[in-house]
C-alpha cells in the first residue's frame, strides 16, 4: 500500500481479525513477562532490562545510536521478548520522523528508549522530543542508553502518567508517537486534542494496532473529521509470523 499523504483513507479496511497467530503473539509475551518477573524476584540486576543496559554498555560503540540499536535489536531476537517498536516497524517510523521535519515531538511510553534513540537520531539541529514514561526504572535505563548514544540534549524525559503529565506541558507538537499502555491510546489522544496540544498538520503514530486490537482508537481516528488515516500493516516486533499493524493519522484543525 502507498504510504503517500495522497492516498490516505479516511476510513482504513479493519486489520483485526482476531486469529490464532495474534493470539499467540500476546501469549507469547505474557509467559516472556512472568518469566522475567519470577527472576527478577531473586535479583533486581537480574532483570532483563538491566541485562540489555549491560549488553549495550559493553558491546555498543559510545556516541554511535545505530550500534546500540543493534545491540538492543539482537537481544530482543536472541535473548528475550523486549517490547521495543523493533527493526522493522521502526524503520517505519523512521521513515516518517524524517518525512514530517517535525521539530516538537511527543513519545508515550518509552521503555528503554529504543525508540527515543530511533527518533531522537533523525531530529534537526532545532527540533526536540518530550518522552513520557510511567515507570522510573525503564525510565533510569533509557536515559543511560540516550547518554551512551550521545543524544541526552536531543530529550528530555517525564516520568509519570502520560494522562497527568501532558496538562503540565506548555508544548504544542508535530507528531507523537503512542505506544505505551494499550487501554490509555484514545483517552491520551484526546487529552491532548482537550488541551490544545497538537499543531495543524500534527502526525500521530500510532504502534500495535493489531496485536491488541484497538478498536475504539482506530474508530475513533477514522471518523473523526479532525484525522485522515491509513493503516501499516507489519509483524510484531522481533516475530517472522505474528501480525501487527501502525495508525498513521494527520490531525486537521
Ligand atoms: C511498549 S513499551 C514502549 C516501547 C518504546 N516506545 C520502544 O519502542 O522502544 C510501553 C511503555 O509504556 C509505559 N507506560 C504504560 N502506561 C503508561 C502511561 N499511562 N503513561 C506513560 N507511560 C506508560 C510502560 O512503562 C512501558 O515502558
Request: proline share 2%; glycine share 4%.
Amino acid at each position: 500500500m502507498s504510504r503517500s499523504k495522497e492516498n490516505f483513507r479516511k476510513k482504513s479496511k479493519s486489520p483485526f481479525l482476531i486469529n490464532k497467530k495474534s493470539f499467540f503473539g500476546v501469549m507469547e509475551i505474557i509467559l516472556s513477562e512472568i518469566k522475567n518477573m519470577f527472576f527478577a524476584s531473586f535479583d533486581k540486576k537480574m532483570t532483563k532490562e538491566n541485562k540489555v543496559l549491560n549488553y549495550v554498555l559493553s558491546e555498543a560503540t559510545k556516541d554511535n545510536p545505530d550500534s546500540v540499536l543493534k545491540v538492543i535489536d539482537s537481544c530482543g531476537y536472541n535473548n528475550f521478548f523486549l517490547m521495543n517498536i523493533g527493526d522493522k516497524k521502526g524503520k517505519i517510523l523512521d521513515e516518517y520522523v524524517l518525512k514530517s521535519d517535525a521539530k516538537c515531538l511527543l513519545e508515550l511510553g518509552v521503555y528503554l528508549g529504543y525508540s527515543t534513540i530511533r527518533i531522537a537520531r533523525n531530529l534537526s539541529e532545532d527540533a526536540h522530543l518530550f518522552s513520557i514514561d510511567v515507570n522510573e526504572e525503564f525510565l533510569n535505563i533509557a536515559k543511560q542508553h540516550l547518554d551512551f548514544s550521545g543524544l541526552t540534549e536531543k530529550v528530555s524525559f517525564y516520568n509519570g502518567k502520560a494522562s497527568e503529565v501532558i496538562p503540565q506541558l506548555d508544548q504544542k507538537f508535530d507528531f507523537v508517537f503512542i505506544d505505551h499502555w494499550k487501554e490509555a491510546y484514545l483517552q491520551d489522544l484526546k487529552i491532548l486534542i482537550e488541551h490544545d496540544r497538537l499543531n495543524d498538520g500534527a502526525i500521530i503514530f500510532a504502534d500495535n494496532i493489531v496485536l491488541f486490537h484497538l478498536e475504539e482508537y482506530l474508530d475513533f481516528v477514522r471518523t473523526s473529521p479532525n484525522f485522515s488515516s491509513e493503516f501499516i500493516p507489519a509483524l510484531r516486533e522481533y516475530s517472522s509470523s505474528h501480525p501487527d499493524g501502525i495508525e498513521v493519522s494527520h490531525f486537521k484543525k
